[in-house]
């Protein structure tokens, strides 16, 4: 079945340095690639979403290349700032609908950003 | 922004005990879904429908079941409730299409089974 890797556990980072949360996947199909972010207390929400390729979306400074060749799809960030201290979970669904249209989501990484 | 309402939003529950929790969206979605989110193991899908009358099981169907009796209804059950299944639930709803990749979730229900 469908499975997706992320870096595991909690991420630390002091504002201002790069962000890179890794995410990785296994399907036999081609699937599309999302990244959900959670902040304390509030619901999921999509970050990002990614069908294509090497295209690069991009949403509120984070962004995430679709890489096929190496299944991954890691989101990135310049500069990171408190308001990034969330948990983010990457998915994936199959590319056609019906029942394909259920994601499979990664077990999750929590960032925390520190002054 | 899509609108997803769950309640109630806390529940204590006893064990062998039976308990609904109730999801609610007012965008006219297709689809919707229930998860649980714990520690260490992010959220799983518990079950899914594609519409009034329909549900799927998920990857985690085992306890649990669940009723859509209306499009902007979808219900999760759990018949005999077990510590086990202290937790925190979300409901969620997407629309078909090229959209249908947008779930919106609900608040959450926070359940503690005694």
């Known amino acids: 079945g469908d499975s997706v890797t992320q870096t595991e556990g909690l991420v630390t980072l002091t504002e201002g340095l790069p962000v890179m949360l890794n995410c990785t996947y296994q399907?036999?199909?081609?699937?599309?690639l999302f990244w959900y972010v959670q902040h304390l207390n509030e619901a999921p929400k999509l970050l990002l979403k990614?069908?294509?390729?090497?295209k690069r979306p991009e949403h509120q400074g984070f962004h995430a290349t679709l890489h096929k060749s190496s299944s991954s799809f890691h989101l990135q960030k310049s500069s990171a700032q408190l308001s990034d201290s969330a948990l983010y979970y990457c998915?994936?669904?199959?590319?056609?609908?019906?029942?394909?249209?259920?994601?499979?989501f990664g077990k999750g990484t929590k960032l925390s950003v520190k002054s | 922004e899509a609108a997803v309402t769950q309640s109630p939003r806390n529940k204590v529950a006893v064990t062998g005990g039976k308990v609904t929790l109730s999801c609610n969206q007012t965008?006219?979605?297709?689809?919707m879904y229930w998860y649980r989110q714990d520690t260490g193991h992010g959220l799983r899908l518990i079950h899914y429908?594609?519409?009034?009358?329909?549900?799927e099981k998920g990857d985690i169907p085992d306890g649990y079941k669940a009723s859509r009796p209306s499009q902007e209804n979808f219900s999760l059950i759990l018949e005999l409730a077990t510590p086990s299944q202290t937790s925190v639930y979300f409901c969620?709803?997407?629309?078909?299409?090229?959209?249908?990749?947008?779930?919106?979730f609900g608040p959450g229900t926070r359940l503690l089974v005694l």
């Open positions: 969620a709803s997407s629309d078909w299409g090229y959209n249908q990749d947008t779930q919106y």
């Open positions: 399907s036999t199909y081609s699937p599309f």
């Open positions: 990614s069908f294509t390729d090497n």
């Open positions: 998915a994936l669904r199959r590319p056609s609908g019906g029942s394909n249209a259920k994601l499979t």
């Open positions: 965008n006219n979605h297709n689809n």
């Open positions: 429908s594609y519409g009034a009358g329909s549900t």
